[in-house]
């Protein structure tokens, strides 16, 4: 379906699930971007947080809100984001993915990776959203080659988000509520990506863990970094690249949107 306007792409990075409820710099940021974009016709989500081994798209017309965490206050467990789905989009997707086989899901739903954000960005729940999981077998050059099949969709009125974080690692998480510097290697590697990232140099992002000891220590696990790959695949020639999001959580959360045009 043609659309007048070629939708951005973005990576979002989330961060703390209570992101859901705070009242801050990230999430303000996430409204304005929310009423700044071109209302899309729908969202597609990438998270972290569906990373299993296989390509599934949700293809429930309600998708459910999925509260997929622990140890955090009832507040968090109560939040609703009653979207639409999108089933006619998710096969969509999965036509524009052959020949890799795509699961149609009708059991998973929205998670934390797609809701916490959204529900501050489109806060009425007007669009409907659909998720693509991540495959947890396969590496981070097949994910980046298989996500550009899915580029058409801007021109469709798709909003494709990446969800998760350019630095995540929970092993040296400063919890609680002091404010901490965030440590160097994660400054590091934040600065060697924005390097990179400008002028589109996404080659050695692909192939991050040759980027040495700051990048392991910043995606000890691949789940929140590939999502980062999925929108860089969605890059059109002369796309501008901006960081509409800035700031670290914890001292090694990053916090950075990436946005592609």
């Not at 489109?122 to 077998?137: G, H, K, M, R």
């Not at 990048?215 to 796309?239: I, S």
Request: proline letters at 9%; hydrophobic letters at 45%; charged letters at 15%.
């Amino acid at each position: 379906m043609p659309h007048d306007i070629r939708m951005p792409a973005l990576f979002l990075g989330h961060g703390n699930p209570m992101n859901a409820l705070h009242d801050n710099a990230h999430t303000h940021r996430w409204a304005a971007l929310g009423a700044a974009l071109p209302k899309p016709r729908a969202v597609l989500c990438i998270s972290a947080h569906w990373y299993v081994p296989a390509t599934a798209v949700t293809a429930n017309a309600q998708p459910r809100t999925i509260h997929d965490f622990g140890g955090f206050p009832q507040a968090l467990h109560e939040v609703q984001y009653p979207a639409p789905g999108a089933p006619e989009l998710a096969a969509r997707v999965a036509k524009l993915l052959e020949p890799v086989p795509v699961a149609l899901e009708h059991g998973w739903g929205l998670d934390h990776g797609t809701w916490s954000i959204l529900v501050h960005m489109y806060p009425d729940a007007n669009v409907p959203v659909i998720q693509l999981s991540i495959d947890e077998t396969k590496d981070a050059s097949w994910h980046y080659r298989t996500a550009r099949v899915l580029a058409p969709l801007r021109d469709e009125g798709v909003l494709i988000i990446g969800s998760g974080n350019l630095v995540h690692n929970l092993h040296t998480y400063a919890w609680g509520h002091r404010k901490v510097e965030p440590y160097d290697w994660a400054v590091r590697f934040e600065t060697k990506a924005r390097d990179l990232l400008r002028p589109g140099n996404f080659a050695p992002l692909v192939a991050y863990e040759a980027l040495g000891r700051d990048a392991m220590l910043a995606a000890p696990t691949p789940e929140h970094y590939l999502p980062l790959l999925y929108v860089l695949a969605q890059y059109h020639d002369h796309d501008p690249v901006s960081f509409p999001v800035e700031g670290f959580d914890g001292g090694s959360i990053s916090m950075l949107a990436v946005q592609l045009g």
